[in-house]
């Protein structure tokens, strides 16, 4: 039964990734910038984010301590952990308005993701996968994609940290971000976790990870695109160099 639910989830986030994607572009999720009523109930960011992210912090473990894993799965585990311990237990406690409404509704679908997307990958990874020993460590596509993961790591954290810093002072509202990758494009820190889950893909190695990677994009290409035109929008003094997602290309 276990297995059937892996293929039925596995199939539906391969499936919804470019639906999504096709959706966001027309549908602006109301968030942060975009926040707006009329999407229900609201809660506060900071919880929203602790909520929303924990299923992809706590499911992983107790997949791993049902499986017994060895020590190569225990690497892509710790690895996966480091992004996602940061995102439900770090992160929340650092966003500059962690009392702005943040709806229920949207924190309801990035949990039920999360839920989902946790599964497949750690199901497959520990319980379906082919036995990889310790050679794993030594093969190409982990260290290309090891080193992908950790350089779209520090993208995005230097990213969130550089915006968090134009409200240091105790300022509101929303500013023209500078340095780092901001120098050429508006959402490096999009960028930046697109890249990890690129890397992820490759360092596992499996089609559940290149499922993930599919649908990070679906869901932060589009708003890196809105993020784009809503800066030119809003400032006049917007740089006109400065592209969306891509240096020098868009």
Same mark, same amino acid.
């Given at each position: ?10 199939? @539906? ?12 572009? *027309? ?17 506060? =960011? ?9 299923? =992809? ?6 997949? @791993? ?8 799965? +225990?690497?892509? +585990?710790? %690895? ?18 962690? #009392?702005?409404?943040?709806?229920? +509704?949207?924190? =309801?679908?990035? *949990?039920? *993701? ?8 750690? &199901? ?30 520090? %993208? ?10 134009? #409200? ?5 509202? &929303?500013? %023209? ?8 494009? =508006?959402?490096?820190? &999009? ?19 290149? @499922? *993930?990677?599919? $649908? ?10 809105? %993020? ?9 003094? &917007? ?9 020098? $290309? $868009?």
């Amino acid at each position: 039964m276990a297995d059937r639910y892996y293929e039925v989830l596995l199939i @539906a986030e391969l499936i919804l990734a470019p639906v999504v994607f096709l959706l966001l572009l *027309f549908i602006t999720a109301p968030y942060g910038r975009f926040d707006r009523k009329g999407w229900g109930p609201v809660i506060s =960011s900071r919880a929203a984010w602790m909520i929303m992210e924990s299923p =992809s912090l706590v499911l992983p473990v107790l997949l @791993a301590l049902g499986a017994g894993v060895n020590r190569v799965e +225990l690497v892509f +585990l710790l %690895i996966w952990l480091c992004h996602y311990f940061h995102r439900a237990a770090v992160y929340p406690f650092r966003i500059s308005s962690p #009392r702005k409404p943040f709806s229920v +509704l949207i924190m =309801s679908w990035g *949990f039920i *993701f999360n839920i989902i997307n946790s599964y497949v990958n750690f &199901y497959y990874l520990f319980y379906l996968a082919p036995h990889r020993d310790l050679s794993w460590l030594n093969d190409i596509r982990f260290i290309a994609g090891g080193l992908l993961f950790a350089g779209g790591y520090l %993208i995005n954290k230097k990213s969130d940290s550089l915006l968090r810093k134009l #409200r240091a002072d105790g300022r509101t509202g &929303y500013f %023209i971000p500078e340095g780092g990758l901001y120098r050429w494009i =508006s959402a490096p820190n &999009y960028l930046g976790e697109m890249i990890e889950w690129g890397g992820w893909a490759l360092l596992v190695w499996s089609l559940p990870g290149t @499922a *993930f990677f599919l $649908f990070t994009i679906a869901n932060l290409l589009p708003r890196a695109l809105k %993020i784009h035109k809503w800066y030119g929008e809003t400032f006049a003094s &917007y740089p006109e160099e400065r592209k969306a997602i891509v240096p020098f $290309f $868009f």
